[in-house]
C-alpha cells in the first residue's frame, strides 16, 4: 500500500514528464516558421555581411529560413531593444557586437537590461578593426595620420557607425594613446561611413575588417595598420598601430548571438549547436581568411563572461572621453 507522501508525489510527476514530453515535441518541431537574426546597424557593413552568412549556414542546418532584418539607430539600442522586446520563443535573435557590452556604460537610461533581459547563444566570432584612409589622401602611415593630426588639433574628422560602437572607441583609445585632438563624425552605419571616407568627407576610420578589407583589397581605400595586438595574416603588410607608432594599443570587435530572456534552454542549446556548426563551414571560412575573423565555437556561458569582461574593459576608456548616450 503506497504511503501518503508517494501519492501526494504523483501529480507533480504527471506535470514533470508532461512538460518533458511537451518540451521535447516542441523542439522535434522547431523551427516551425521563419527565424530572424535582428542587426543593429545600416546594411552593408560589417556586422552585415557576417549576419547573412551565418543566417545563411543556420539555415542549412536547422532545416527552415533564417532572413537578416537591420534596425540601426541610437548607437544600436534600436534593433538591441526590439529583440530585448520580442517574445522568447526561439524565432528572433540579435547579432550583438562591440556595443552591446559598452552601452550599459555610455547610457544610464538603457531601455532594457544587458543581461536580465538576454540569452546568450553564441560568441560567434572575434576581429580587430582597420585604419583606412582615403588612397588620395597624404597619409600613407599612421606616423602621417598622427603628424598631421597634431598639427592641426580638432580639424581632423574620423568616421564611426554610431556612438560607442568599437570603431568610434577605437578611435577614441587611439586619440588618448596618441595624444591627438580627432573629431568623431557618426553615422547609421559602417557602409554610409566609407561612402564619405571614399568621397573625402571624412578622413580617417576604425573600422572592422568585414566591412572594409574587400575595398582596401580593391583599392579603394588604403589600409595603414590593424588593431590586433599582432599582425594579421589576412593583412600581412600591415603594421599594428602598435608597431606603428603608439606603443602597446589594442582594440577588438567581436560578434554574438543572443535571444530574449526567457526563451527555452533546449531551443538556446538548438540555436548554439546551429551556430556551432555554420561557423565551421566553408563559407565562414572563407570569411575568416579573407576578413581577418577568428571563428569561435564555445559553450553559451563563454559569451556572457567574454561580454563581462568587455564591459570591464572600455569602461575607463569611456569615462576617460566623457562620452554618454541619453
Known sequence: MRDNKTIALIPALVVLCFTVFASGLALAKYPERTLRIVVPFA????TDVVARTLAQE???DLGGSVIVENKPGAGTIIGTQAVAASAPDGYTMLLGTFSHA???????????????????VALIARSFNLVVVNPKSPFHSVADLIAVAKANPGKMTFGTYGVGTSAHLAGELFKDMA??????????????AITDLIGGQIDVMFTTVASAASL?????????????VERSPAFPQLPTVAEAGV??????????????AGTPADIIARLNQSAASAVQSEAFKRLGVNEGLVTVALPLEALDQYVRGEEARWRGVIQNAGIKIE
Do not use: C, I
Request: aromatic share 12%.
Open 179 to 192: 595624444k591627438v585632438n580627432l573629431t568623431a563624425v557618426p553615422y547609421k552605419g559602417a557602409a554610409p
Open 247 to 260: 606603443p602597446f594599443y589594442a582594440a577588438e570587435s567581436w560578434y554574438g548571438l543572443f535571444a530574449p
Open 43 to 46: 546594411p552593408g557593413g560589417g
Open 102 to 120: 559598452v552601452n550599459t556604460t555610455l547610457n544610464s537610461k538603457l531601455p532594457y537590461d544587458t543581461h536580465k533581459d538576454f540569452a546568450a
Open 58 to 60: 543556420m539555415a542549412k
Open 216 to 228: 582596401v583589397e580593391s583599392g579603394q581605400l588604403r589600409g595603414l595598420a590593424v588593431t590586433s
